[in-house]
């Protein structure tokens, strides 16, 4: 890898930013980068584009560009001001930091990434370039369809969830290898997953699968 290139902390940091997950002092340095370096711009707009596609509606070029856009604005008016948030977070980096990452329920760290769903990302794991997070899909939502450049699994804690005609109740897992295609995954009701997931994911035009 080239000196001019991002390493794997600043491409497992544009994802998280990317996710509004980054805050404190680590979002200053992250963003004073952002403004230095046009090779890291490049990565975080990367992420955003993969982000803002999450919630492509009926008109999936238009979508792409308002929700990339809400997604931006969200990340730029982001507040550290809670104590207890702060007092999370550097107590997560130095268990990281020990071996041990806790991230307790009553923990903040929700985003919204696109109408219909929410991540709260938990863990990025720089050597896979895979993260695990929370997801909450709203009650009729539709996840666009999407090829995997990295193996993908779900688990199904609340709710129920239909990955393409199968459907997955609490308690029920799920596996997507490389180069597979998610074309639907649905929910009737609402649910809550763990997945572990590619922030790269190529997403697909609706059009096109």
Known sequence: ??????????????????????????????????????????????????????????????????????????????????SLRNETASAQTASVSAGFTFV???????????PGIKLKPLFFDQTQGRMTALARMDAGYNHPAHRHDKPEELYVLEGTCFVGDRLLRPGDYHRAEANTIHYETSTTDGCLMLVIFSPTNEMLDPVAT
């Open 104 to 114: 307790h329920s009553g923990d903040e760290g929700w985003q919204e990434v696109a």
């Open 1 to 82: 890898m080239s000196q001019h290139e991002p390493n794997e902390e600043i491409l497992s940091q544009a994802a998280l930013y990317a996710l509004g997950a980054l805050e404190g002092e680590e979002l200053q340095l992250f963003e004073k980068r952002i403004a230095e370096k046009a090779s890291v711009r490049q990565e975080v707009e990367s992420f955003q584009n993969v982000a803002g596609q999450l919630g492509v509606g009926v008109n999936p070029v238009k979508a792409r560009a308002e929700l990339r856009a809400k997604l931006f604005e969200r990340m730029k008016q982001e507040s550290v001001s809670s």
